[in-house]
Nanobody, 121 residues
Framework: VQVVESGGGSVQAGGSLRLTCSVS?????TGWVRQAPGKEREEVAS???????AYADSVKGRFTISKDNARNTLYLQMNNLKPEDTAMYYC???????????????????WGQGTQVTVSS
């Protein structure tokens, strides 16, 4: 399974960005995980084949995850960005549930190369 992200960049606080992730084949769960320097990895948002979604508390109400199933393409719309959203964002895809078994999802996922998001104050 190949995973390729795009869409990162630099934006001022309050701005918006949309990340895109292309996955080469169907997987049960897909999601976005970010990691900032010196911080632990954080599962930002995920979605599953039945349409279920989950978000980290830190992004609820600001980020929206969606998926075009016909194209196996995942999106993350990020609005009202904050400096603390600055991180490398990775797309992950796995054949296990990201919502029910997040640790297993992270352990078994196929990963993209990451795309940098930088938010300045």
């Amino acid at each position: 399974v190949q995973v390729v992200e795009s869409g990162g960049g630099s934006v001022q606080a309050g701005g918006s960005l949309r990340l895109t992730c292309s996955v080469s084949e169907y997987t049960y769960s897909t999601g976005w995980v970010r990691q900032a320097p010196g911080k632990e990895r954080e599962e930002v948002a995920s979605t599953e084949a039945d349409g279920s979604t989950a978000y980290a508390d830190s992004v609820k109400g600001r980020f929206t995850i969606s998926k075009d199933n016909a194209r196996n393409t995942l999106y993350l719309q990020m609005n009202n960005l904050k400096p603390e959203d600055t991180a490398m964002y990775y797309c992950a895809a796995a054949r296990v549930s990201a919502i029910a078994t997040p640790e297993l999802f992270l352990a078994l996922a196929y990963w993209g190369q990451g795309t940098q998001v930088t938010v300045s104050s």
